[in-house]
């Protein structure tokens, strides 16, 4: 049987494990997807986590052009505890950016609480929040209610064009510096943070209901520095800034947050210490010309946050991180496109699977689809080393559900093969064969008509109609299953399948279900040994006056379920089947025991070393050469 045809009968047979499957699949993946953005399932966030992890391992850089300025243990064991006076904090900025030269600052502090009554350092600290150079802090929330301080001091100037590719998050309330007094330019430090409290995303604008937007700490500054105008639009789920020649600055999920881009881990050189500014205890190269984040790593300050990697993880990093991504231009990207190769890979793995399944090697199956499922996780690993995650929980979890499916489903449909087998040939085989026929058959085939060249044998007793006229019912039942019994064993004992029993009569044949290169002689050696039973029985005294006539004929018959919709048997029939008949017929007027055909005889070794007899037996008007055996 051809490749193809194998296919297709495993198909028309078993279509309903592959196309039903198949379509819960499609839907799946049509619903976690769409052609703009991706949700990912929480499978897929975990395995985000993981590999980011292994991408911050393997590709972590040292960013020169960002530092962290610490207010650290050291520098509130030097100025005391926090909050400091504003005279001290303006003190601290200004140093920055004249002494120091640095070319912005981020603040990562909110001074939303004055010091009391007006003094001289809330009018220091005015001014220098309200340098062209200084990006202010503030924070946001959506579902709360308090309002201090302006939303945007530049929403004005920030033009910001949407389509209706993500929704923009909207803030209804925030926390911004009151002394500010709409002199200064302010950015959002607010991440989001996830149902399982981990910060993962952040939203590079965020709005206000009146349509004023603000951008990110790290956006802002990313702006600032190349000094671009407030010009951004949202183009199919991702932010450009600028008209000509747009920059990408972050790919948003349909709430409008895009995914922090993990750039590396801080090394200590990437910090300088509050008190050392202060104290002058830094050289001035070390500062001049780079972006300064102030912020804070003391504990005692709370200004942490659980991440992916440490459940304590300093807040400022988001914002060096993002920044560091932008000038990098390795913003982290989940790729829509992703979906279709998981449709693409999720069929071919599926149908690996199935076929392995229909055509009794579903190991073959399974390695197969471990095979495309370790090249796909490969694949994605080393996408998400160039900042690409392809987002794939739903072709893996309907790989691994059809596969367990398909597993479990396995041992409950042999055991329904080898019962349909039992149940069809075990009383008419031999145990040998119908082991054969339970590993090598797809319990389908013996269901199948087939064309196929065989041997068939058709065998009736002598005497036993004069015998059932002179015993009991008891008795002749007794007899009968004797002698049945004996036939039967001599069939299965060369491998033969008995076909039907007819009162005295026998009919068997050789070559189905299983193929079998010697059907003749195995057939014509049962009918030798029929004949001595027989022989052996009748001189024991057990069946008395018992003869045997055994006709046996080799050729093409066809063989499967045969009979009405109401009853039918596992039979054969054909012309070499009715020949077989009358060669048995032909043994009651001869004085042959066994006649068999023309291709029995050339096939069997054993009946060309007996003495035989060739004639010719005319059936119908055709002449068919034949052998006769008078046995003794």
């Known amino acids: 049987m051809s490749l193809s045809s194998k296919f297709l009968r495993a198909l028309r047979r078993n279509w309903v494990w592959l196309i039903a499957p198949m379509a819960i699949y499609l839907g799946v993946v049509a619903y976690s997807g769409t052609s703009h953005t991706v949700t990912l399932l929480p499978p897929e966030i975990w395995l985000h986590d993981k590999l980011t992890s292994v991408v911050l391992d393997r590709t972590s850089i040292e960013d020169?052009?960002?530092?962290?300025?610490?207010?650290?243990?050291?520098?509130?064991?030097?100025?005391?505890?926090?909050?400091?006076?504003?005279?001290?904090?303006?003190?601290?900025?200004?140093?920055l950016l004249n002494e120091y030269q640095v070319s912005l600052i981020g603040s990562d502090i909110l001074f939303i609480d004055?010091?009391?009554?007006?003094?001289?350092?809330?009018?220091?600290?005015?001014?220098?929040?309200?340098?062209?150079?200084?990006?202010?802090?503030?924070?946001?929330?959506?579902?709360?209610?308090?309002?201090?301080?302006?939303f945007a001091t530049l929403a004005?100037?920030?033009?910001?064009?949407?389509?209706?590719?993500?929704?923009?998050?909207?803030?209804?309330?925030?926390?911004?510096?009151?002394?500010?007094?709409?002199?200064?330019?302010?950015a959002h430090i607010s991440p989001q943070v996830s149902p399982d409290g981990l910060v993962r995303k952040i939203a590079p604008i965020v709005c206000d209901p009146t349509g004023a937007c603000i951008?990110?700490?790290?956006?802002?500054?990313?702006?600032?520095?190349?000094?671009?105008?407030?010009?951004?639009?949202?183009?199919?789920g991702e932010w450009f800034l600028g008209q000509e020649n747009p920059l990408p600055v972050g790919q948003v999920d349909r709430d409008g947050y895009s995914w922090i881009s993990w750039t590396g881990y801080a090394t200590a050189d990437m910090y300088v210490s509050a008190s050392d500014v202060l104290l002058g205890k830094l050289p001035k190269k070390k500062l001049k010309g780079r972006i300064v984040i102030v912020g804070s790593t003391a504990t005692g300050?709370?200004?942490?946050?659980?991440?992916?990697?440490?459940?304590?993880?300093?807040a400022v990093e988001v914002h060096r991180n993002q920044l560091s991504a932008l000038l990098e231009g390795r913003l982290d990207k989940t790729v829509p496109q992703g979906r279709r190769y998981d449709l693409f890979l999720g069929f071919v793995v599926m149908l690996l699977i199935w076929l392995g399944f229909?055509?009794?090697?579903?190991?073959?199956?399974?390695?197969?689809?471990?095979?495309?499922?370790?090249?796909?996780?490969?694949?994605?690993?080393?996408?998400?080393?160039d900042r690409e995650y392809w987002p794939f929980a739903a072709t893996f979890g309907m790989w691994v559900i059809y596969g367990v499916f398909m597993l479990s489903l396995r041992p409950l449909v042999e055991k329904r093969k080898r019962i349909a087998l039992i149940?069809?040939?075990?009383?008419?085989?031999?145990?040998?064969?119908?082991?054969?026929?339970?590993?090598?058959?797809?319990?389908?085939?013996v269901n199948e008509h087939q064309r196929c060249e065989m041997s068939v044998l058709?065998?009736?007793?002598?005497?036993?109609?004069?015998?059932?006229?002179?015993?009991?019912?008891?008795?002749l039942a007794r007899v009968t299953r004797l002698l049945m019994n004996e036939l039967t064993r001599i069939v299965l004992e060369n491998e033969g399948t008995v076909d039907k029993y007819m009162g005295d009569s026998i009919m068997a044949f050789w070559g189905a279900p299983l193929n079998q290169e010697e059907h003749a002689e195995r057939a014509f050696c049962a009918a030798v040994s029929m004949y001595k039973a027989i022989e052996r029985l009748s001189a024991e005294g057990v069946l008395p006056g018992f003869k045997i006539g055994v006709g046996v004929n080799t050729g093409e018959a066809v063989v499967g379920d045969m009979g009405s919709d109401f009853r039918y048997d596992y039979s054969v029939i054909g012309a070499a089947v009715n020949l077989a008949s009358y060669f048995e017929e032909g043994t009651r007027t001869g004085p042959y025991n066994i006649i068999i055909g023309e291709e029995t005889f050339r096939r069997s070794v054993s009946a060309q070393k007996l003495d035989c007899s060739q004639f010719n037996v005319l059936t119908k008007g055709s002449r068919h050469p034949a052998y006769g055996y008078e046995l003794k």
């Open 156 to 186: 004005n100037r920030l033009h910001v064009q949407t389509d209706s590719s993500v929704s923009v998050p909207v803030a209804s309330a925030w926390l911004s510096p009151p002394l500010l007094a709409g002199k200064g330019t302010v």
């Open 64 to 95: 020169d052009r960002i530092l962290v300025v610490d207010i650290d243990e050291p520098s509130m064991s030097e100025f005391g505890r926090w909050p400091w006076p504003r005279a001290e904090v303006a003190r601290l900025f200004r140093t």
């Open 215 to 236: 951008e990110s700490l790290a956006l802002g500054l990313y702006r600032m520095l190349l000094n671009i105008e407030p010009d951004y639009h949202l183009s199919q």
């Open 458 to 475: 058709f065998a009736d007793v002598r005497g036993y109609t004069r015998f059932s006229e002179t015993v009991s019912a008891q008795e």
């Open 358 to 385: 229909c055509a009794d090697r579903l190991s073959v199956g399974v390695a197969s689809a471990f095979v495309v499922l370790v090249a796909w996780v490969f694949f994605v690993s080393q996408a998400r080393l």
């Open 114 to 150: 004055p010091e009391g009554a007006p003094s001289q350092g809330e009018v220091l600290l005015q001014d220098v929040l309200s340098d062209p150079r200084v990006l202010n802090a503030l924070v946001w929330s959506s579902d709360g209610t308090e309002r201090k301080g302006d």
């Open 301 to 314: 300050l709370y200004d942490q946050i659980a991440s992916p990697f440490s459940p304590t993880y300093p």
């Open 423 to 445: 149940q069809r040939f075990g009383s008419y085989v031999a145990p040998q064969v119908l082991l054969r026929l339970q590993s090598e058959l797809d319990g389908t085939v």
